[in-house]
Protein backbone atom coordinates (compact mmCIF):
# COMPACT_ATOMS: atom_id res chain seq x y z
CA UNK A 1 0.00 0.00 0.00
CA UNK A 2 3.10 2.36 0.85
CA UNK A 3 6.58 3.16 2.77
CA UNK A 4 7.36 4.92 5.18
CA UNK A 5 10.25 5.65 2.33
CA UNK A 6 7.58 6.82 0.41
CA UNK A 7 5.24 8.91 2.73
CA UNK A 8 9.02 10.67 3.28
CA UNK A 9 10.09 11.10 -0.24
CA UNK A 10 6.80 12.68 -1.16
CA UNK A 11 6.98 15.04 1.49
CA UNK A 12 10.50 15.83 0.87
CA UNK A 13 9.75 16.37 -2.99
CA UNK A 14 6.77 18.36 -1.95
CA UNK A 15 8.90 20.82 0.42
CA UNK A 16 11.46 21.46 -2.39
CA UNK A 17 8.76 21.94 -4.90
CA UNK A 18 5.84 23.67 -3.48
CA UNK A 19 7.33 26.02 -0.53
CA UNK A 20 8.94 29.12 -1.58
CA UNK A 21 12.19 30.24 -0.41
CA UNK A 22 10.93 32.65 1.72
CA UNK A 23 10.97 31.36 5.01
CA UNK A 24 13.28 28.30 4.61
CA UNK A 25 16.76 28.44 6.33
CA UNK A 26 19.41 30.00 4.78
CA UNK A 27 21.86 27.57 3.37
CA UNK A 28 25.16 26.40 5.65
CA UNK A 29 24.10 28.35 8.44
CA UNK A 30 20.29 27.41 9.60
CA UNK A 31 18.55 24.36 9.81
CA UNK A 32 14.74 23.44 10.52
CA UNK A 33 12.32 20.42 11.14
CA UNK A 34 9.35 19.35 8.82
CA UNK A 35 6.07 18.21 9.75
CA UNK A 36 3.41 16.73 6.86
CA UNK A 37 -0.47 15.16 6.77
CA UNK A 38 -0.43 13.10 3.53
CA UNK A 39 -4.10 11.74 2.34
CA UNK A 40 -3.91 8.05 1.42
CA UNK A 41 -6.46 7.11 -1.42
CA UNK A 42 -7.16 4.05 -3.38
CA UNK A 43 -7.09 4.79 -7.04
CA UNK A 44 -10.38 4.99 -9.06
CA UNK A 45 -9.37 1.61 -10.67
CA UNK A 46 -8.40 0.19 -7.84
CA UNK A 47 -11.83 1.06 -6.26
CA UNK A 48 -13.82 -0.82 -8.69
CA UNK A 49 -11.53 -4.00 -8.66
CA UNK A 50 -12.15 -6.78 -6.23
CA UNK A 51 -8.68 -8.54 -6.61
CA UNK A 52 -6.41 -9.70 -3.99
CA UNK A 53 -3.66 -8.13 -5.25
CA UNK A 54 -2.01 -5.46 -3.90
CA UNK A 55 -3.90 -2.16 -2.99
CA UNK A 56 -3.02 0.68 -5.63
CA UNK A 57 -3.24 4.16 -3.43
CA UNK A 58 -2.87 7.64 -4.20
CA UNK A 59 -0.70 9.69 -2.33
CA UNK A 60 -0.89 13.45 -1.48
CA UNK A 61 0.24 16.24 0.70
CA UNK A 62 -2.58 18.08 1.89
CA UNK A 63 -0.83 20.37 4.57
CA UNK A 64 2.87 20.71 5.27
CA UNK A 65 4.35 22.93 7.89
CA UNK A 66 8.12 23.83 8.87
CA UNK A 67 9.36 25.74 11.99
CA UNK A 68 11.10 25.25 15.44
CA UNK A 69 10.06 27.73 17.59
CA UNK A 70 7.80 28.76 20.31
CA UNK A 71 7.20 31.78 22.15
CA UNK A 72 7.40 32.38 26.25
CA UNK A 73 4.22 33.22 28.18
CA UNK A 74 5.33 37.11 28.75
CA UNK A 75 5.06 36.83 24.98
CA UNK A 76 1.33 35.83 24.85
CA UNK A 77 -1.39 37.85 24.00
CA UNK A 78 -5.24 37.39 25.53
CA UNK A 79 -5.92 38.90 22.03
CA UNK A 80 -5.19 35.39 20.45
CA UNK A 81 -3.83 37.13 17.32
CA UNK A 82 0.07 35.67 17.78
CA UNK A 83 0.69 32.13 17.20
CA UNK A 84 1.84 30.47 20.10
CA UNK A 85 3.73 27.30 19.12
CA UNK A 86 5.85 27.48 15.66
CA UNK A 87 6.79 23.86 16.22
CA UNK A 88 6.43 22.00 12.90
CA UNK A 89 4.19 19.73 13.74
CA UNK A 90 1.59 21.84 15.23
CA UNK A 91 2.03 24.42 11.88
CA UNK A 92 1.51 21.03 10.06
CA UNK A 93 -2.19 19.94 11.84
CA UNK A 94 -3.25 24.02 11.84
CA UNK A 95 -2.48 23.70 7.80
CA UNK A 96 -4.58 20.39 8.33
CA UNK A 97 -7.13 22.11 9.75
CA UNK A 98 -7.99 24.40 7.15
CA UNK A 99 -7.60 21.71 4.56
CA UNK A 100 -10.50 20.04 6.68
CA UNK A 101 -12.18 23.54 6.63
CA UNK A 102 -11.85 23.78 2.94
CA UNK A 103 -13.37 20.46 2.49
CA UNK A 104 -16.46 20.78 4.42
CA UNK A 105 -17.16 24.16 2.56
CA UNK A 106 -17.02 21.86 -0.79
CA UNK A 107 -19.02 18.93 1.03
CA UNK A 108 -21.51 21.68 2.08
CA UNK A 109 -21.69 23.46 -1.65
CA UNK A 110 -22.78 19.30 -2.55
CA UNK A 111 -19.33 19.59 -4.58
CA UNK A 112 -18.47 15.65 -5.44
CA UNK A 113 -14.35 16.08 -4.71
CA UNK A 114 -15.35 16.45 -1.42
CA UNK A 115 -13.69 14.14 1.80
CA UNK A 116 -16.63 14.26 3.05
CA UNK A 117 -19.94 12.34 3.00
CA UNK A 118 -23.37 13.22 4.59
CA UNK A 119 -23.70 11.19 8.24
CA UNK A 120 -26.51 9.68 9.87
CA UNK A 121 -27.45 12.83 11.27
CA UNK A 122 -28.89 16.03 9.23
CA UNK A 123 -26.53 18.79 9.00
CA UNK A 124 -23.45 16.14 10.55
CA UNK A 125 -20.79 14.82 8.07
CA UNK A 126 -18.51 12.06 7.76
CA UNK A 127 -14.94 11.07 6.33
CA UNK A 128 -15.28 9.08 3.40
CA UNK A 129 -14.51 5.54 4.46
CA UNK A 130 -11.29 4.85 1.77
CA UNK A 131 -9.51 7.35 3.22
CA UNK A 132 -6.99 7.84 5.51
CA UNK A 133 -4.36 10.41 6.94
CA UNK A 134 -0.53 9.82 7.95
CA UNK A 135 1.60 12.49 9.76
CA UNK A 136 4.90 12.54 8.68
CA UNK A 137 7.78 14.41 11.35
CA UNK A 138 11.41 14.34 9.89
CA UNK A 139 12.30 14.00 13.88
CA UNK A 140 11.18 12.91 16.76
CA UNK A 141 8.54 14.71 18.62
CA UNK A 142 9.80 16.63 21.71
CA UNK A 143 8.99 15.25 24.75
CA UNK A 144 8.57 11.99 26.11
CA UNK A 145 9.32 10.20 22.92
CA UNK A 146 12.96 11.91 22.57
CA UNK A 147 13.98 10.46 26.00
CA UNK A 148 15.91 7.56 24.03
CA UNK A 149 19.14 5.61 26.03
CA UNK A 150 22.57 5.89 24.70
CA UNK A 151 24.67 3.01 25.48
CA UNK A 152 28.57 3.52 26.77
CA UNK A 153 30.55 2.31 23.81
CA UNK A 154 28.55 4.14 21.00
CA UNK A 155 29.00 7.65 20.18
CA UNK A 156 25.33 9.45 19.54
CA UNK A 157 23.18 6.88 19.23
CA UNK A 158 23.06 3.58 20.72
CA UNK A 159 22.29 0.75 18.72
CA UNK A 160 19.26 -1.43 19.88
CA UNK A 161 18.11 -2.44 23.27
CA UNK A 162 15.60 -5.41 23.47
CA UNK A 163 12.28 -5.20 25.16
CA UNK A 164 13.43 -8.19 27.27
CA UNK A 165 16.40 -6.35 28.98
CA UNK A 166 13.90 -3.29 29.55
CA UNK A 167 10.88 -4.76 31.05
CA UNK A 168 12.63 -7.04 33.60
CA UNK A 169 13.47 -5.58 36.82
CA UNK A 170 16.10 -7.79 37.81
CA UNK A 171 18.84 -7.05 35.31
CA UNK A 172 21.68 -5.83 36.72
CA UNK A 173 22.28 -2.14 37.48
CA UNK A 174 25.60 0.32 37.75
CA UNK A 175 25.68 1.92 40.91
CA UNK A 176 28.27 3.94 39.86
CA UNK A 177 26.50 6.54 37.94
CA UNK A 178 25.16 7.48 40.96
CA UNK A 179 28.24 7.74 43.47
CA UNK A 180 28.94 11.23 44.27
CA UNK A 181 32.26 11.03 42.62
CA UNK A 182 31.36 10.05 39.36
CA UNK A 183 28.06 12.30 39.23
CA UNK A 184 30.77 14.90 39.86
CA UNK A 185 32.28 13.84 36.64
CA UNK A 186 28.86 13.87 34.93
CA UNK A 187 28.54 17.28 36.01
CA UNK A 188 31.92 18.54 34.73
CA UNK A 189 32.00 19.41 31.32
CA UNK A 190 35.21 18.72 30.76
CA UNK A 191 35.07 15.03 32.25
CA UNK A 192 35.30 11.98 30.12
CA UNK A 193 32.15 11.05 30.95
CA UNK A 194 30.71 14.43 29.42
CA UNK A 195 32.57 14.39 26.81
CA UNK A 196 31.79 10.57 25.52
CA UNK A 197 28.43 12.18 25.37
CA UNK A 198 29.50 15.12 23.11
CA UNK A 199 31.48 13.12 21.10
CA UNK A 200 30.85 13.58 17.03
CA UNK A 201 30.33 10.32 15.17
CA UNK A 202 32.49 10.09 11.92
CA UNK A 203 32.10 9.09 8.49
CA UNK A 204 34.18 6.56 6.65
CA UNK A 205 35.38 9.49 5.05
CA UNK A 206 36.62 11.10 8.70
CA UNK A 207 34.42 14.00 8.11
CA UNK A 208 32.74 14.32 11.68
CA UNK A 209 29.18 16.25 11.83
CA UNK A 210 28.32 16.65 15.45
CA UNK A 211 24.96 15.77 17.16
CA UNK A 212 22.93 17.36 20.15
CA UNK A 213 20.36 16.11 22.50
CA UNK A 214 18.20 19.79 21.51
CA UNK A 215 18.49 18.57 17.37
CA UNK A 216 17.08 15.38 17.59
CA UNK A 217 18.90 14.03 15.23
CA UNK A 218 19.91 10.43 14.66
CA UNK A 219 22.44 7.82 13.48
CA UNK A 220 22.06 4.45 11.61
CA UNK A 221 21.12 2.39 14.75
CA UNK A 222 17.73 3.23 16.50
CA UNK A 223 17.72 2.68 20.30
CA UNK A 224 14.21 0.53 21.23
CA UNK A 225 13.40 0.37 24.75
CA UNK A 226 10.08 -0.80 26.39
CA UNK A 227 8.35 1.25 29.50
CA UNK A 228 5.33 0.07 29.09
CA UNK A 229 5.79 -2.92 31.87
CA UNK A 230 7.78 -0.91 34.30
CA UNK A 231 6.17 0.35 37.83
CA UNK A 232 6.47 4.15 38.08
CA UNK A 233 9.61 3.65 40.51
CA UNK A 234 10.99 1.75 37.59
CA UNK A 235 9.92 4.35 34.93
CA UNK A 236 12.18 7.43 36.82
CA UNK A 237 15.19 5.48 35.84
CA UNK A 238 16.27 3.88 32.14
CA UNK A 239 20.11 2.95 33.62
CA UNK A 240 20.68 -0.70 33.36
CA UNK A 241 22.92 -2.93 31.34
CA UNK A 242 22.64 -4.81 28.40
CA UNK A 243 22.20 -8.41 27.64
CA UNK A 244 25.96 -8.01 25.90
CA UNK A 245 27.25 -6.51 29.35
CA UNK A 246 26.84 -2.99 27.55
CA UNK A 247 26.14 0.13 30.03
CA UNK A 248 23.23 2.47 29.47
CA UNK A 249 25.07 5.92 30.46
CA UNK A 250 22.65 8.51 29.27
CA UNK A 251 19.77 9.23 27.45
CA UNK A 252 18.76 11.92 25.04
CA UNK A 253 17.93 15.02 26.60
CA UNK A 254 14.73 16.39 26.03
CA UNK A 255 13.90 20.44 26.40
CA UNK A 256 10.93 20.28 27.30
CA UNK A 257 10.57 21.22 31.01
CA UNK A 258 7.80 19.03 33.61
CA UNK A 259 4.36 20.42 34.00
CA UNK A 260 4.96 23.04 36.98
CA UNK A 261 3.01 21.70 39.75
CA UNK A 262 3.57 17.52 38.89
CA UNK A 263 6.02 15.39 39.26
CA UNK A 264 9.26 16.22 37.83
CA UNK A 265 12.38 15.05 36.85
CA UNK A 266 15.45 13.38 38.81
CA UNK A 267 18.15 15.23 37.78
CA UNK A 268 20.55 13.03 38.23
CA UNK A 269 23.10 12.52 36.07
CA UNK A 270 23.43 9.94 33.89
CA UNK A 271 20.77 7.22 32.92
CA UNK A 272 18.15 8.54 35.39
CA UNK A 273 18.13 12.31 34.31
CA UNK A 274 14.82 12.26 32.92
CA UNK A 275 11.33 10.23 34.37
CA UNK A 276 9.70 8.53 31.29
CA UNK A 277 5.54 9.26 30.49
CA UNK A 278 5.09 12.64 32.08
CA UNK A 279 3.19 15.39 30.90
CA UNK A 280 5.71 18.40 29.73
CA UNK A 281 6.42 21.85 28.37
CA UNK A 282 8.05 23.16 25.61
CA UNK A 283 11.47 24.80 26.58
CA UNK A 284 11.97 28.43 26.06
CA UNK A 285 14.68 31.03 26.28
CA UNK A 286 14.86 32.05 29.45
CA UNK A 287 11.07 32.49 29.41
CA UNK A 288 9.06 29.14 29.99
CA UNK A 289 6.47 28.53 27.82
CA UNK A 290 2.86 27.26 27.95
CA UNK A 291 3.06 25.37 25.01
CA UNK A 292 2.94 21.42 25.92
CA UNK A 293 5.60 19.23 24.33
CA UNK A 294 4.80 17.91 20.31
CA UNK A 295 4.69 14.38 22.13
CA UNK A 296 1.80 15.18 24.43
CA UNK A 297 -0.13 16.98 21.71
CA UNK A 298 0.26 14.19 19.43
CA UNK A 299 -0.97 11.64 22.00
CA UNK A 300 -4.23 14.34 22.68
CA UNK A 301 -4.55 14.32 19.06
CA UNK A 302 -4.23 10.17 18.95
CA UNK A 303 -6.93 10.68 21.11
CA UNK A 304 -9.71 13.25 20.29
CA UNK A 305 -8.77 13.61 16.59
CA UNK A 306 -6.95 16.11 14.69
CA UNK A 307 -10.14 18.08 13.62
CA UNK A 308 -10.28 20.44 16.69
CA UNK A 309 -13.35 21.88 18.76
CA UNK A 310 -14.74 23.99 16.71
CA UNK A 311 -14.68 21.57 13.21
CA UNK A 312 -16.23 19.09 15.60
CA UNK A 313 -20.13 20.70 15.70
CA UNK A 314 -20.50 19.70 12.14
CA UNK A 315 -18.69 16.26 11.93
CA UNK A 316 -20.49 12.78 12.86
CA UNK A 317 -16.97 11.59 14.31
CA UNK A 318 -13.23 12.78 15.15
CA UNK A 319 -10.90 12.89 12.52
CA UNK A 320 -8.14 10.09 13.34
CA UNK A 321 -4.41 9.55 11.69
CA UNK A 322 -4.06 6.25 10.86
CA UNK A 323 -0.47 6.07 10.80
CA UNK A 324 3.01 8.34 11.82
CA UNK A 325 6.45 8.26 10.13
CA UNK A 326 9.37 9.85 11.47
CA UNK A 327 12.39 10.44 9.40
CA UNK A 328 16.02 10.01 9.90
CA UNK A 329 16.96 10.88 13.64
CA UNK A 330 17.14 10.02 17.40
CA UNK A 331 14.20 7.53 17.22
CA UNK A 332 13.22 4.58 19.47
CA UNK A 333 10.02 2.38 18.70
CA UNK A 334 9.21 2.05 22.10
CA UNK A 335 9.37 5.29 23.18
CA UNK A 336 6.99 6.33 20.36
CA UNK A 337 4.40 3.74 21.43
CA UNK A 338 4.54 5.04 25.13
CA UNK A 339 4.48 7.99 24.27
CA UNK A 340 1.48 8.69 21.80
CA UNK A 341 -0.72 5.14 23.10
CA UNK A 342 0.71 2.95 26.30
CA UNK A 343 0.51 6.03 28.77
CA UNK A 344 -2.81 7.12 27.41
CA UNK A 345 -4.25 3.73 28.12
CA UNK A 346 -5.99 5.04 31.11
CA UNK A 347 -7.86 7.90 30.01
CA UNK A 348 -11.68 7.02 30.42
CA UNK A 349 -14.74 9.26 30.53
CA UNK A 350 -14.35 10.49 26.70
CA UNK A 351 -17.78 11.01 24.67
CA UNK A 352 -19.05 8.17 22.44
CA UNK A 353 -17.08 8.31 19.53
CA UNK A 354 -13.55 9.29 21.30
CA UNK A 355 -11.02 6.81 22.27
CA UNK A 356 -7.21 5.96 21.69
CA UNK A 357 -6.19 4.81 18.92
CA UNK A 358 -3.84 2.37 17.85
CA UNK A 359 -1.82 4.39 15.31
CA UNK A 360 0.45 2.58 13.05
CA UNK A 361 4.32 4.43 13.79
CA UNK A 362 6.99 3.84 11.31
CA UNK A 363 10.40 5.03 10.64
CA UNK A 364 11.82 6.10 7.04
CA UNK A 365 15.89 5.95 6.63
CA UNK A 366 15.50 9.31 4.64
CA UNK A 367 17.14 11.98 5.93
CA UNK A 368 15.84 15.67 5.70
CA UNK A 369 17.97 17.73 3.40
CA UNK A 370 17.27 20.92 5.98
CA UNK A 371 17.78 18.98 9.06
CA UNK A 372 20.52 20.18 11.37
CA UNK A 373 22.24 16.67 10.96
CA UNK A 374 21.82 16.84 7.39
CA UNK A 375 23.79 20.87 7.17
CA UNK A 376 26.23 19.89 9.94
CA UNK A 377 27.39 17.52 7.75
CA UNK A 378 27.30 19.87 4.50
CA UNK A 379 28.90 22.59 6.60
CA UNK A 380 31.98 20.10 7.90
CA UNK A 381 34.28 22.65 9.41
CA UNK A 382 33.35 25.94 8.02
CA UNK A 383 33.37 28.66 10.20
CA UNK A 384 30.10 30.28 12.00
CA UNK A 385 27.27 28.79 13.80
CA UNK A 386 24.77 26.94 12.75
CA UNK A 387 21.43 28.23 14.49
CA UNK A 388 17.37 26.96 14.01
CA UNK A 389 15.99 29.11 11.24
CA UNK A 390 13.24 31.66 12.62
CA UNK A 391 11.01 31.38 10.49
CA UNK A 392 7.68 29.01 9.97
CA UNK A 393 6.00 27.91 6.92
CA UNK A 394 2.56 27.08 6.60
CA UNK A 395 1.07 25.41 3.57
CA UNK A 396 -2.31 24.10 2.89
CA UNK A 397 -4.24 22.10 -0.17
CA UNK A 398 -6.43 25.08 -0.02
CA UNK A 399 -7.33 27.26 -3.49
CA UNK A 400 -6.99 30.49 -1.79
CA UNK A 401 -3.79 31.73 -0.11
CA UNK A 402 -2.69 28.91 0.99
CA UNK A 403 0.65 29.73 2.34
CA UNK A 404 1.46 31.69 5.10
CA UNK A 405 5.32 32.47 6.40
CA UNK A 406 5.61 33.64 9.72
CA UNK A 407 8.42 34.68 12.54
CA UNK A 408 7.88 35.23 15.76
CA UNK A 409 4.47 33.88 15.64
CA UNK A 410 3.28 36.94 13.70
CA UNK A 411 3.18 37.30 9.50
CA UNK A 412 7.21 37.41 8.52
CA UNK A 413 7.30 41.74 8.21
CA UNK A 414 5.09 42.53 10.73
CA UNK A 415 6.63 45.57 12.52
CA UNK A 416 6.22 46.74 16.06
CA UNK A 417 3.38 49.22 14.98
CA UNK A 418 1.16 46.40 13.08
CA UNK A 419 0.85 44.34 15.64
CA UNK A 420 -2.60 44.18 17.09
CA UNK A 421 -3.85 44.89 13.02
CA UNK A 422 -5.84 42.62 11.31
CA UNK A 423 -2.82 42.14 8.60
CA UNK A 424 -0.84 40.95 11.43
CA UNK A 425 -3.29 38.38 13.26
CA UNK A 426 -2.68 34.73 12.15
CA UNK A 427 -5.98 33.35 12.15
CA UNK A 428 -6.82 31.43 9.55
CA UNK A 429 -7.00 33.30 6.86
CA UNK A 430 -10.03 31.95 4.99
CA UNK A 431 -12.21 33.35 8.33
CA UNK A 432 -10.99 36.51 6.77
CA UNK A 433 -12.49 35.88 3.48
CA UNK A 434 -15.94 35.01 4.79
CA UNK A 435 -15.99 37.75 6.96
CA UNK A 436 -15.71 40.25 3.40
CA UNK A 437 -18.15 38.11 1.45
CA UNK A 438 -21.89 39.50 2.04
CA UNK A 439 -23.13 35.81 1.85
CA UNK A 440 -21.45 33.03 4.01
CA UNK A 441 -22.45 29.70 5.15
CA UNK A 442 -23.34 28.68 8.31
CA UNK A 443 -20.00 27.27 8.43
CA UNK A 444 -18.06 30.54 7.48
CA UNK A 445 -19.75 32.43 9.80
CA UNK A 446 -19.28 29.99 12.61
CA UNK A 447 -15.83 30.05 12.21
CA UNK A 448 -15.51 33.74 11.23
CA UNK A 449 -17.61 35.01 14.42
CA UNK A 450 -15.83 32.04 16.77
CA UNK A 451 -12.22 32.75 15.54
CA UNK A 452 -11.40 36.15 15.40
CA UNK A 453 -11.70 37.10 18.84
CA UNK A 454 -10.24 33.99 20.64
CA UNK A 455 -7.95 30.83 19.85
CA UNK A 456 -9.96 27.71 18.96
CA UNK A 457 -9.78 26.19 22.69
CA UNK A 458 -11.20 29.57 23.85
CA UNK A 459 -13.98 29.63 21.70
CA UNK A 460 -15.64 26.90 22.35
CA UNK A 461 -15.15 25.38 25.83
CA UNK A 462 -17.79 23.35 26.05
CA UNK A 463 -16.25 21.12 23.15
CA UNK A 464 -13.21 21.41 24.93
CA UNK A 465 -13.83 19.24 27.76
CA UNK A 466 -12.63 15.61 26.27
CA UNK A 467 -9.43 17.35 26.39
CA UNK A 468 -9.47 18.94 30.04
CA UNK A 469 -10.44 14.98 31.17
CA UNK A 470 -7.82 13.38 29.08
CA UNK A 471 -4.69 15.77 30.42
CA UNK A 472 -6.17 15.29 34.15
CA UNK A 473 -6.23 11.46 33.69
CA UNK A 474 -2.63 11.46 31.90
CA UNK A 475 -1.50 13.46 34.88
CA UNK A 476 -2.92 11.26 37.66
CA UNK A 477 -1.40 8.12 35.78
CA UNK A 478 1.85 9.01 35.65
Not at 212 to 227: A, D, I, L, M
Amino acid sequence: MWTADEIARLCYEHYGSRLPKQGKPEPNREWTLLAAVVKIQPTADQACDRSDGPVQVTKEVVSMGTGTKCIGQSKMRKSGDILNDSHAEVIARRSFQRYLLHQLHLAAALKEDSIFLPGSQRGLWKLRPDLLFVFFSSHTPCGDASIIPMLEFEDQPCCPVSRDWASNPSVETSDNLEAPEDKRKCEDPESPVTKKMRLEPRTPGGTAHRQSFGSQERGPNPPNVSSSNLTAEELASVTGMTPSGAQVVDVYRTGAKCVPGEAGDSGQPGAAYHRVGLLRVKPGRGDRTRSMSCSDKLARWNILGCQGALLMHFLEEPIYLSAVVIGKCPYSQEAMQRALIRRCQNVSALPEGFGVQEVKIQQSDLLFEQSRRAVQTRKADSPGRLVPCGAAISWSAVPEQPLDVTANGFPQGTTKKGIGRLQASLLIRISRAASNKPERSSIEACWANDLEPLAVHQALPTCTAPSHIWKQQLVSSS
